[in-house]
């Protein structure tokens, strides 16, 4: 049995409040049990040097977490002058991510900017960031339609992302931080409402992982993510 | 007339929300009209260097905002490496509003870790920060007295902040953004439960002010200060 | 009796030394007894970006600690990698301070850049360094009139600053060392010639303060800076 | 037809360089064909503060890449005062690798940091890494061993990674710099002697992949690490 | 008799190998005995600010170590966030050198960036890097002459440069790691192709030298150079 | 004629004036005509790390100028951040200078810490840096004895410092700004009192020089050197 009850394929409870603080373009306040990202998408109206006057855009995000969003009090990296090595590897997944799925010259000479901002920890911080991420930018887009700024939607495909693993020799979905303690192997998969896959990387912990073992938590994977993304349609009401 | 409607003695609305995160010893949401500020009390059974095997204690603070917490989007103080003048500024005074009121031989040879998160501005973070830190302060207390680790409280008095300025040449209680942007005064006041003050920083953003108008001023954060302090109460149960 | 044989309302032997340096277009050596702070006033013909274009000037300050001018050596900010939140604090505080008396549209599309860096510290170096500050800023200002490069003086007032304290239960006026690190109440006053309130810094380090004794630390701050003013005055000859 | 010429399944020339330098305890250059890393073994008897008296090893890796080992020049980290992200990524990536296949408590208390520097970049550099790394930590292991400092090795298995990915529709083996610039899907594996897996990072930098493409980039992956593990094994002459 | 066994005027073996790595405009493996460095030389057709719309060129370089390049492992500046003091001495030395054979109005608007990584060290780094880098230059000068971007060399002279000093009491030539830790006075000289000095850097480490020391040691570095440049003649078939 | 009408061979006006701040155990204004320098050494009962209980004490240098000590104001080295590589440079050859002539184990396990902060710069800054610094680490050294810290002066002799350069053609002493920044040549020079070399650092910065004008620089280098010194204990009385 799982240290939470639930069954091997079972995601933990999911909520997605949109409109969460008032000023960004999209705000968005992701719950993946009890782990929980403040994920803002801000649109600026200018790219970075290396694409000005190409007529393409760019999606690009931060990670941070509150120092206390811990069970023990993290460093407040802004006090230590510089984000981890941990830090930098999840907001470069997390703009990677969402970049897969948007058309850079829909988007036009613009950027948005992406926070996700952990408030609360239990596991599964990235792919709660992605998740909750891909509507707040959803929204920001949305804006932009309202606005007349953009005549054509530059979204792709919805994208979404979720952990699993092995703990205890069972392959598990949307790992909590006690099973993600202790487990053999983690991964964290990336995927796109059509059913493929935009980022893989999985972990072994401890015992190294089979082609079966993998093949069955890619399965596993795909099952979580198609209902996350019927969980972000829903909360966008599309 | 306020930009808010407000009468110039009167506060915004004022919400404390205990236990707002799971982690931290003491976690509340604090919130001033719009801004809202994650405040918690992290203990940590050691003390800095400087006062090992003294048997005394500590109390320090650090903030923060959220990039996109305001208007525009602000960069991320763990991105640019480094804190800037106002952050340093701002996390010094919730350290020192809130040692005020602690005895820190009763405290013992422990640190109590302050950390003041604002995810959405509207003026006045650092008062609504001290307000709500000394509730987080206190819930720690209560926890380590209920374990036993500390006989007695020592916490000497409750303790709020309140601002107050010049606007439109009127005196007024708690500036909101757009006041705080647009007055010729602003005057952030720190007051213990017994009426008497321990910050007072004041600055004339426009024209130098009187020493009528300081007087005027230092009366009205008397009283908000005293009706802060009462909503600590009720919040607490005392 | 004050450590320093002073009455309560005495201020230190004020010496301002005007052309102390050879480069700067304004070079003061202000001392409050042992206090010595060097502060240059530097004219640059260009704003910084967010001015650009605006018609407008500024003024901004500096401020350092020579590693061995406290009683013991302090690590230089410039080996540390950072200046210190107390640096950053007081070099806020002195180009606000600084700032209320220019009128940034006379004064045109140019920065004063000010330096204050103290040789000797013995208390009140943030006071002496303003006090000293606006004579170099104002032999600065005479330099530009001088050569025609101003038609009209942007000086709108004249500012001073002055400390005021608690000190074993009285109140005082100036205080060095061995009174600051031993009060109850430091407070840091800026006012302009015509005896209104630019800034006004109160910290309890020990006991809160009650509003009589903060009403009876602004009367004292206001006649010492009205002798500053003069001594101001006496210097520069005006 | 591959930009080199090569077929889909084939590895570039790979070359294992043993005692490349004069001072390490191990120090192999790996070539994949024009990607040439240095890669050295460092044994430090002690280890890092959160190991001390546990009586457990740690291995730990850094990487770098000299400023012109790429085809235009780069900024070097040390001058620009920091290691980017894709740095820190890759230099995790390779100790998390390493430490899949070494017995913590029969290393005991010592560390071997490894150091992977780039010298000449075409594409692989990090699996190029990880396969070098770990020539030149057996090396310095067999070193310990001969000095009776061990006398059971702490290596569990052999550890060699190889990039997969999907070029113009075909899945292709160990990617050059031509290739990895112009690909839809990019994976980087590592895998032990015994034909499991340590890692899997998979990345769509175009089109999504498919669960089928992904099973065939396992498959072309686990062919050509056991061709790297025994060329280490030639190279190592065991 | 030298640790080396060499005579007091005996260089090490002297190796430089051209085309070292492929993707620089100039590439050179320079060896002095047991040292070994990389120099590559990279054209960029800008130049710094401070030169630009001025008709001039500018010659620049960098230094660093490997980390296991030495005895024990250095910390690797990129991770420590800084250059130290001796990495920025040395990167300052080779760049000056350079220059004070470069006409910087014949080399025209462009940059050569040179970059010296030392990848075995056995004392005398600064020279070998000096002497490699020349040729590095050199070659990334023919070039810009093959392509017609130059049309008439910049270059003024040969340049190279020598360590000396006093090792137990006896002048010698060309320092190793040995000798270098244990002399009394280490100098290193550049010189030019016409046997005129660029810079003389002694130091005394233990007894003060005397002026006829002095100038045994610069007399014995002149026949060094001599010697180098004629090897670097050679290796550039001029 | 010298664009100061001294002779080739004469010092610009020297002063050594000693107690010049009253906090540092030596505290010593330097001033080379318009170069003015203050130069603090401060005794540490403590030694750095890598000297723990090895009985032997050290002398160590930090360098700084104020940002308007020069004729354009240069950015404060403590908001950029870091020393610049001639700072670093220049506090390590005053460093350098003055453990030539102290024998550390009769310093025994102390420090002492020099500070050099040139309030006026006009060429020389490091020559009178070392200059006065020698002077005020006599002052500290001379209270160490007086205390009965120490029984036996660990200084060995005296040290100087002076610059000698090739002007128009002429080769001068004591350059100042005028000269330095439109010389041939320039070389820095430490010498002791016994007439011996500690440090030569010559830099053609035009020019490359030869052999004959090195003597002849040494030979005026040694003069001037030999007054500094008799300045230095007219100063010091002894």
């Known amino acids: ?25 999209g705000s968005v306040l992701v719950e993946f049990g009890d782990t929980k990202v403040i994920c803002t998408a801000s649109v600026d109206e200018s790219v970075p040097g290396f694409l000005k006057g190409k007529g393409k855009g760019w999606v690009t995000a931060e990670y941070g977490m509150l120092p206390r ?12 002058g510089k984000q981890s090595g941990r830090t930098q590897e999840i907001q470069r997944l997390i703009g990677r991510s969402l970049r897969a799925v948007v058309d850079m010259e829909k988007l036009g000479e613009r950027q948005i900017q992406i926070d996700c901002d952990v408030i609360q920890a239990d596991g599964g911080t990235r792919t709660a960031s992605i998740t909750g991420a891909f509507v707040a930018l959803h929204d920001a887009i949305s804006g932009l339609l309202a606005q007349g700024k953009l005549s054509e939607s530059p979204l792709r ?16 979905l949307d790992l909590d931080y006690l099973e993600d303690s202790d487990c053999e192997t983690d991964m964290n998969v990336v995927m796109t409402g059509n059913g493929r896959f935009v980022e893989v990387q999985g972990t072994a912990e401890g015992e190294p992982f089979s082609e079966e073992e993998m093949a069955s938590m890619m399965r596993l994977a795909k099952q979580g993510i198609a209902e996350l993304i019927s969980l972000q349609k829903q909360a966008l009401g599309v």
Chains 1, 2, 3, 4, 5, 6 share one sequence.
């Open 69 to 80: 969003s811990t069970g023990s009090r993290m460093r407040r990296e802004a006090a230590a």
């Open 1 to 25: 049995m799982r240290p939470s009850q639930r069954n091997s394929d079972a995601l933990r409870e999911i909520r997605l409040t949109r409109h969460y603080t008032k000023h960004a373009e």
């Open 157 to 172: 495909d919805f994208v979404a992302a979720i952990s699993v693993g092995i703990h205890q020799g069972e392959v598990v």
